[in-house]
């Protein structure tokens, strides 16, 4: 018991990381963002007309964003995960989440 | 601002509108861009705005298409965000928008415009719509690039219309993308 603790306390892990997209000019800044697992994702619309940041195979939506509104998404597995905009669907953007 | 090439407003705001909406293939834009009021750019970016938001809503009473209708819902939200932001910059700097050939001229071509979409149905109307929705997009992309941009003297509505074309592009590669994934029958000349 005393061993793992000792482990536990000796292996650093990354404390979650706030990642912030900006949506401006009808594209999402960056377009690909590699993030960890339990890192947070943070939308904001700089944009004159809402958008969303929805994903498109996995269940996450920001709702409609107005000009200065924000939205996030807290991923919980890995993988890559492409999302788009509902409203503009010629936006795309992707997350590329890792382990860690 | 000069008043000297006033006379010119009709002509080449023509071209690159009006001609485009009558016909199907837009017109190239004038060489030099007419002198414009900031009041009557205001109106015409309103006018601009107005007359898509109501070929949408149109489109809503008439489309059975899923992908057609929520195109038309952006359409609303989009152009009444713009003309939101349009009439608070308006009252902001006390400008109030002036009526003018073009916008009249604009108004003409929507009336037409929906002559034509009110006799379709069906998927004839959804194609229809999009022919009108693409020849539009790329006529007011080319227009505020080519004509609203450089004859705005205000910086503040200058700097509204060059935010909004990106959503303008944005709408016409929409319109476009939906446009091809109804298939070839086309252009029944709205």
């Known amino acids: 018991m005393i061993v793992w603790l000792v482990l536990l306390l000796a292996v650093p892990t990354a404390p979650p990381i706030t990642h912030t997209v900006e949506i401006r000019g009808m594209e999402f800044h ?29 269940k996450w939506d920001s709702g ?37 | 601002m000069s008043r000297s090439g006033h006379r010119l407003l009709p002509l080449a705001l ?3 509108f009006t001609s485009a909406l009558h016909a199907q293939n837009p017109a190239p834009a004038p ?12 109106h015409v970016a309103v006018t601009a705005n107005s007359i898509d938001i109501d070929a949408a809503k149109f ?6 298409n899923a992908a057609v ?13 713009v003309n939101a932001q349009a009439a608070a910059l308006a009252t902001k700097l006390g400008v109030t928008p002036a009526d003018n050939a073009i916008s009249q001229s604009l108004e003409s071509g929507a009336k037409q415009a929906r002559t034509t979409l009110e006799s379709l149905h069906g998927a004839a109307f ?32 200058r700097k509204l219309l060059v935010d909004v074309g990106p959503a303008v592009a944005t709408h016409l590669e929409h319109a476009k993308q939906l446009r091809a994934q109804l298939g070839a029958p086309a252009r029944t000349g709205t």
Not at chain 2, 69 to 81: E, P
């Open chain 2, 14 to 16: 023509t071209l690159v």
């Open chain 2, 31 to 42: 060489a030099a861009a007419p002198d414009l009021s900031d009041p009557e750019v205001a």
């Open chain 1, 30 to 58: 960056p377009a690909d963002l590699t993030v960890a697992v339990g890192d947070t994702i943070v939308w904001i619309n700089r944009d004159i007309v809402p958008h969303t940041a929805t994903g498109t195979r996995r």
């Open chain 1, 64 to 100: 409609q964003l107005q000009q200065g509104d924000s939205g996030r998404y807290v991923p919980r597995r890995a993988g890559r995960a492409p999302y788009t905009c509902t409203l503009h669907p010629t936006m795309q953007g992707m997350l590329i989440i890792r382990k860690e």
């Open chain 2, 59 to 64: 489109a809503q009473t008439r489309t059975r």
């Open chain 2, 69 to 81: 209708r929520q195109f038309a819902a952006t359409m609303i939200t989009d152009h009444s965000a």
């Open chain 2, 126 to 157: 959804d194609r229809a719509y999009l022919d009108r929705e693409v020849v539009y997009h790329q006529a007011v992309l080319d227009a505020i690039d080519k004509v609203l941009v450089p004859t705005t003297e205000n910086a503040e509505l």
